[in-house]
Each structure stands twice: as C-alpha cells, then as structure tokens.
C-alpha cells in the first residue's frame, strides 16, 4: 500500500485502518461524473475475518455475504461518497476458486446490491475461470472474472501439492 501510495495509484478494499480499508477508489471521469469502486473481500473466497481491518488496526474491507445486513453496510460505505453522476462499481474476492458455476446461493445478494446499494457494476473475482455475466435491471454483473493477470493454473512444473489440487478437481 505505501508503494501505491508513493506512486499516487489509488486503490480500494485494505488498508492501513478501518477507514482507509473502507474508502473506495474514486476515479474522475468527464465533468460531473466519477467512478467509484468499492472492494471487498468475503470468507468464501478463502478470506478470513481475522484480516479484516478493524479501528487502527489495518487489514481488508471484510464483509460476510449473509443477507440484509451486509448489504446495508455496503450501501452504507458507498453513500457517504456517492455524487450524482457516478457509476459506481463493487469488487467483491467471493466464491470458490475452482468451477464454473455461479454460487446459487450468492445470486440475491448480488441483486440486492444493485437493488438497496445502488451498484451499476458488480465485478466478483476468485474463480480461476470466467463464469459468465448478466444483466440484471440494465446493470451489469460479471460472476467471475477468471486470473486477470496470471493463469497459474496453466504454468508447467506446478508444485505436487497444486497439481494434486488440479487432478482431484478434474
């Protein structure tokens, strides 16, 4: 994050406190619009509570998918920057990482987002592989975006414990 900072790159979803793990990127766009990305990152994805950040005590925008209340605290986090004019995108590190199938169990949540929190654009990331998109009430949804840098999984001379991963799943 300092390297980030240095480099003035602005960045979403950690951070050296609480409310720097909570500020979304915001991103200037044409006069009167901004776009405004939140990240997140939930335990389904293989992040633990223990690293959310927590008062000065820094870490990761944590937030559990579990309904209602998640929700809101997302809202929440977004309307105390959200402008008229911005397109506003949640980041969510959600879901397993191996599969193609969309978490049926994730799929309210995702509405509800874009329903009570106002998203334009949900962006979930974790899975190894695209799983598709949706449109749902003109806003965009992409269930998983695949490696957006690096396909580890196709890089010859694996570890034995990844390739017995990798065996085990096909």
């Known amino acids: 994050m300092a390297t980030l900072h240095e480099n003035q790159i602005r960045f979403a979803g950690a951070g050296e406190t609480e409310q720097e793990a909570f500020a979304p990127a ?5 006069v009167g619009h901004r776009l405004v990305v939140a990240s997140f990152g939930d335990q389904s994805s293989g992040v633990f509570e223990s690293w959310a950040a927590k008062g000065d005590r820094g870490g990761v925008n944590y937030i559990q998918l579990d309904g209602q209340q998640s929700v809101l605290r997302v809202k929440a986090q977004l309307d105390r920057v959200r402008q008229p004019g911005d397109i506003v995108v949640a980041s969510i590190h959600q879901g397993s990482n191996w599969g193609y199938a969309i978490d049926r169990e994730f799929i309210p949540f995702a509405k509800s987002l874009i329903d009570i929190a106002k998203v334009d654009v949900l962006h979930c990331h974790s899975s190894h592989h695209f799983k ?7 806003k965009l949804i992409i269930w998983g975006c695949g490696d957006f840098l690096t396909d580890y999984e196709g890089i010859r001379n694996q570890s034995t414990d990844s390739q017995r991963a990798r065996d085990a799943y096909e």
């Open 132 to 138: 598709g998109i949706s449109v749902y009430k003109s």
């Open 26 to 30: 915001i991103f200037p766009l044409s």
